[in-house]
């Protein structure tokens, strides 16, 4: 074993432990603190898949900003000392329902991934991504790129007029 | 056994079952959130490791950037949403909150 292997086996662990605590306990304050393992175990296996940029990026949006943002809306909207009475889970019926529809998920998605014969080009030599993202962006994606500035100036206004306080 | 293509598309499977889980079985309306943002991140999994593994396409890169701004925007306007309900209701349980206006 290799240390690119034990690397991504650790991440590979972090990444999905964490990601069933998020759905799996309580306590909503704990599941926003497992988001950001989770999302940094993500980041770590996009450095394990040559994407330097994006897992640049998925740490500081991600992390620094809508981890915070989820971390803002728990404290506004719960009642943290307390225990949330009215915040339960399912009945038993629903929640076998649920769990019965995540395992075929998951089974029916590895089983056609691991049945997949992809096509699989030979590695090539990899060089920094950033100047090729920034090439591509603003040659052949340059409308989509635009489109969201757009959208992401439209969001911020939408979401400060939604949410401002009402008279 | 080397680490090849398909073992990023299971922890991507799996992340998104996760976040699928999140999504349909709990009741506050941040929790769905967060399944949501588990499930976009499986998406973001498999984009790059087609990138990755179909001969260094820079072009999934590009892609998942897009899914990364597209998150941004719907968090930031799906917790003023959430904010608005918390203070009309006192709560914020999707499967509770059932009219739109005051």
Redesign the interface.
């Known amino acids: 074993m290799d240390l ?2 034990i690397g ?1 086996y650790f991440l ?1 662990a972090l ?2 432990v964490f ?2 605590i ?2 799996i306990t309580k306590n ?1 304050m704990h ?2 603190f497992s ?1 950001l393992f ?2 940094a175990g ?1 980041a770590g ?2 450095v ?4 330097d ?2 897992a640049i ?2 740490i500081m ?2 992390i620094g ?2 981890l915070v ?2 971390i ?3 404290m ?3 009642h943290i000392t307390g225990v ?1 009475v ?5 009945g038993k019926f ?2 076998i329902g ?2 019965m ?3 075929v ?2 089974v029916s ?2 089983v056609v ?2 049945s997949t014969r ?7 030599p ?1 060089e920094e ?1 950033a100047p ?2 920034g090439n ?2 603003l040659t052949k ?1 340059l409308l ?1 790129f635009e489109a ?1 500035s757009m ?2 100036l439209i ?2 206004v ?3 007029f ?2 401002r ?2 008279k | 056994m080397e680490i090849g293509l398909t073992h990023y598309l299971i922890i991507s499977a799996i992340l998104f079952s996760l976040g699928m889980f999140g999504i349909v079985a709990r009741k506050h309306a941040i929790m769905v959130l967060m399944g949501l943002e588990l499930v976009l991140n499986a998406a973001n999994i498999n984009f790059i490791a087609f990138a990755r593994f179909g001969g260094m396409n820079i072009e999934g890169h590009v892609a998942a950037i897009f899914v990364i701004i597209l998150a941004a925007a719907e968090a930031a306007v799906a917790l003023a949403i959430v904010l608005n309900i918390y203070q009309n209701f006192r709560h914020v349980n999707v499967d509770e909150v059932d009219q739109m206006r005051d």
């Open positions: 690119i292997t991504f590979a990444t999905i990601g069933a998020v759905v909503i599941s926003a988001l989770t999302f993500i296996l996009y394990l898949m040559q994407a940029f994006l990026t998925q949006i991600y900003g809508i943002l989820i803002f809306g728990v506004l909207t719960t949330d009215r915040s339960g889970t399912l629903q929640m649920a769990v529809m995540m395992i998920i998951a998605l590895i991934f691991m992809w096509f699989l080009a030979e590695s090539q990899v991504t090729q993202i591509l962006l994606y989509a969201a959208l992401l969001a911020i939408g979401a400060a939604i949410a306080k009402h």
